[in-house]
């Protein structure tokens, strides 16, 4: 398939192609944000050196291509400890809280590699709450969530997970949670143990179960407001009385109606609390 | 529903350029219509204080857009360090975490290039920056979009200044000082 230059798609192409993913396959991006969505699916254009004739081709004929064309369009950027200070806002106000519940349910929504959700382990671990918790990690790329089943990641990673970590304010190793060997890393049994990984759209599927603690950070940056209001209200239901939701640093619950029925836990961070 | 910008000025440089983007803003008129939309390379392992500094100093509204952010006239927005910041078709930002773009997050490139997008000719770009790629695709683009559409309508002094003084890719604008009166007398 030559090409002559690499061409811009235009937003009418890119409408074309998600009501055609739509129709012909079960994902339905049309909830995306446009000029994001647009520049992932450049990139593949890019990347396999195709127009847009051939994406919309290969979308319909090619086996196997719809499920690698969501896996290239979501962003799976993750860090153990990501945003270190969210970590102690969550020892200091949510932790205190959760304790309260004589059994906790968590659900990392999007949790691509799995880093968020063994990192929110840790913190349990040193709460000495992990035992009587249960976190479900859900996102909608099948292969990352492959990788986050393993607990394997290369090890030259953990430099600035350690990192991290460390600004979290702990007085404890990272290195004690994991075992390496030659250039991967596996984070330690007992950690993986409560955790479960399941595929989950979060534009086409529902309540699961019912939950103390939902944190879905940098997922909701992708959504328009018609599709982050379907999501506010899918994890609204799926929170118990003051279950806690909390959200990545650039995401506000602001423009939603449904703001009225959380309380604000922690502002620079978009902790929320359900307390209608 | 609030107003939004019809005009749009986008600063892109790196590190080194804040000294010459706090100049430029300084000698902006203090109201004219168009919104200005910064990224200037930082890391998000230190935080930074630019827009609080500088709210104070102009004494006018300095903000890190968040997801979803109307474009408003009059308000100057910086990119927030760690992520992409870009303009979507209904005039307000959004943001994303995707891969970096020439080793930055922010990336000048993906900023322009979506603004370009959206705002066709009614986008003004300027570049300061020499050490890296990152944002010569990006006025390209602003360019090419501005010539598509290049039969134009009733344009503001400060725009039609702006416009004079907008750079092409092969320039290296680092070394170009910017003399305040020449860039926006007459708004």
């Known amino acids: 398939m030559a090409k002559l230059m690499s061409s811009h798609i235009t937003f009418q192409e890119l409408q074309d192609i998600v ?37 919309k081709n290969a ?53 691509s590699t799995g880093e968020e959700v063994y990192s929110l382990a840790i913190v349990l671990a040193e709460a000495d709450l992990y035992k009587r918790s249960f976190i479900y990690g859900t996102d909608v790329n099948s292969n990352v969530l492959e990788t986050a089943k393993k607990a394997i990641y290369p090890l030259k990673r953990f430099k600035i997970y350690s990192e991290n970590y460390n600004a979290t304010g702990t007085c404890n190793s990272l290195s004690d949670y994991y075992t390496a060997m030659y250039d991967a890393a596996i984070i330690r049994a007992d950690i993986r143990k409560n955790v479960l990984f399941s595929q989950h759209n979060l534009a086409t599927d529902y309540v699961f ?68 | ?88 078709p209904d005039w307000t930002f959004s943001v994303d975490v995707s891969e970096r773009i020439h080793f930055s997050r922010p990336s000048i490139d993906v900023l322009f290039d979506t603004a370009a997008e959206v705002y066709q000719d009614r986008c003004t770009a300027f570049l300061l920056s020499g050490a890296n790629q990152d944002g010569a695709d990006g006025i390209r683009r602003v360019r090419e979009m501005g010539e598509k559409r290049s039969y134009n309508r009733r344009t503001t002094p400060l725009l039609q200044q702006c416009r004079r003084m907008r750079f092409r890719q092969t320039q290296k604008v680092t070394s170009m000082m910017i003399s305040r009166s020449s860039l926006f007398s007459g708004s």
């Open chain 1, 19 to 55: 009501e055609l993913l739509g129709k012909v396959s079960g994902f339905d991006l049309s909830g995306y944000s446009k000029s994001s969505l647009k520049r992932r699916i450049q990139r593949i254009l890019d990347l396999e050196q195709m127009d847009v004739v051939d994406l």
């Open chain 1, 59 to 111: 979308i319909v004929n090619v086996e196997g291509f719809q499920t690698y064309l969501i896996n290239e369009v979501t962003v799976n950027v993750t860090e153990m400890f990501r945003d270190p200070r969210y970590y102690m806002a969550l020892r200091g106000d949510v932790l205190p809280y959760l304790e309260t519940f004589p059994r906790l349910k968590l659900w990392s929504a999007g949790c």
């Open chain 1, 209 to 276: 179960n019912e939950f103390q603690f939902i944190s879905c950070r940098n997922v909701l940056i992708y959504f328009d407001l018609e599709l982050q209001r379907r999501v506010f209200q899918l994890f609204y239901e799926s929170l118990s009385e003051f279950g806690f939701l909390c959200l990545g640093a650039k995401e506000t619950m602001v423009n939603h109606e449904i703001r009225s029925k959380f309380k604000v836990v922690n502002k620079e961070f978009n902790i929320y609390q359900k307390i209608k």
């Open chain 2, 1 to 88: 529903m609030m107003n939004k910008a019809k005009d749009i000025v986008l600063i892109g440089g790196s590190a080194g350029s804040y000294t010459l983007i706090v100049q430029i803003l300084e000698a902006l008129p203090q109201r004219f219509d168009a919104a200005i939309a910064i990224v200037i390379h930082r890391n998000p392992r230190f935080t930074t204080k630019i827009e609080e500094t500088l709210s104070i100093k102009l004494r006018r509204s300095v903000i890190q857009p968040r997801d979803k952010t109307a474009i408003a006239p009059n308000i100057i927005y910086f990119a927030g360090p760690g992520y992409h910041l870009l303009v979507e």
